[in-house]
């Protein structure tokens, strides 16, 4: 694998222009891991201008073309696993276990694609004249701007990059600033793969703003795609409404997790405690409200408080549950939530602070924390939190119930348990989420629409729809 500090643009590994570089480190103790090409306007406009003069090229390709370079880009992610989740271990801090997973995840969606590109059907419709004819031709729409989150380097890379290019599309991707090495060598699988020069290119850089404005106004691009937080969401939306982007964006979440009094407390404790303290809390899956009846809130507590007091804690290369946070604001905002909610009266049931022993004093480790008590004044309850912090909220029927999981303006994943399937089935369809988990907590897949609404976003990533969002709909009509 490369150093990483090389740009990718027009099939060619580059530095910047400067030769300027910015350090990338290791979140668990703090070490510089390696340096990344730090871009500015100047060599995002080449990736721009490359991509759009690889569109004519790419877009003329049949569709088993493309098809066939994700297959040969999944058969070589999929060998490389491990060394790609060694790397986003260290990079990203999470364990080496749930790396492998992510890389999995990550493959898949190049594999799915490969298959879907093959399946932009269009239509014939019957017209209101006679001698006239109606076709629809689905086509890719063009030149599509990435832009990437940390948390999961890889897999919302591929999630993006995979359909985009097996509609036909060309783009430029630009990821995080924390997790660049991740995305470097997701883009060494993709030319090793024989993706022709400018198909897809890589912009690394310290400085988003600056090379975000070209990746969202140029004229040339004809679509964003951006995941990240819905602050961040907002303002790029903002920016590429000047001449009406096509837009799709993941955005955060604050999802509500509901457990009934006919679930089994234990294993919805189970279920909560997996999904909350995935990724140390920074998925934007993760549950930001657990919402219990109150007549199992005690055993319910209790079950979760006891798994929560075996995660172990520390580096992601060490067999850990929970490792660090992935840098001072995300542990401030932990701690700042956690001090708001006890001000107020939640009951801190476990952890509730730094953890600074031995070996860890480097990293912005926080120790897996259960709230009780939490109510609507606390700054938690609408705020994602993005660290590992469960907040307990008591309800006493299904009316109740619903009204809170539907109160906040987020709407990504929700989860609901309960053994009953008449009320499975009415949360599920009054839910307002893009996801709805019912007694399953990994609602998600390369072959599975992912998505939010409200201000958790635009368009589907994944699934059948997922192409759809990099295709425009051409109506053609004849005369005969
Ligand atoms: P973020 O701060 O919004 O950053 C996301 C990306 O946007 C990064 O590449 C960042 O670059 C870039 N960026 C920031 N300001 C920019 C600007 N002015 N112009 C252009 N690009 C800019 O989010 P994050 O902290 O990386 O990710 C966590 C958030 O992502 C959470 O809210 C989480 O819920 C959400 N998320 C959503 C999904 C989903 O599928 N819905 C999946 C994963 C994560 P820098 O790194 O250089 O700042």
Known sequence: MRQGDTLYIDGEWTAADRGGTFPVTDPANGTEIGRAADAGRAETERAIAAAQAAFPGWSGRTAYERAAVLDTAHRLMTEQCEELAQLMTREQGKSLKAARNEVKYAADFLSWFAEEAKRVYGATLPSNRAGHRFFVLRQPLGVVSAITPWNYPVSMITRKVAPAIAAGCTMVLKPAEQTPLCAVAVFEILAEAGLPAGVANLVTTGRPAEVGEPLVTSPAVRK??????????????????????????????????????????????????????LNTGQACICPNRIYVHRSIMDPFAAALVDRVKRLKIGRGDGGCDIGPLVDEAALAKVQRQVADATAKGARLLVGGERVLDEGLAQGQFFAPTVLADVDSTMTIYREETFGPVAALIPFDDEAEAIELANDTEYGLASYVYTKDLARALRFAEALQFGIVGVNDINPTAAAAPFGGVGVSGLGREGGAQGIDEYLDVKLVGISI
């Open 224 to 277: 964003l795609t951006f995941t990240g937080s819905t602050q961040v969401g907002k303002l790029l939306a903002g920016q590429a409404a000047g001449d009406m982007k096509r837009l799709s964006m993941e955005l955060g979440g604050h999802a509500p997790f509901v457990v009934f009094d006919d679930a089994d407390p234990v294993h919805a404790a189970k279920g909560a405690a997996l999904v909350k303290f």
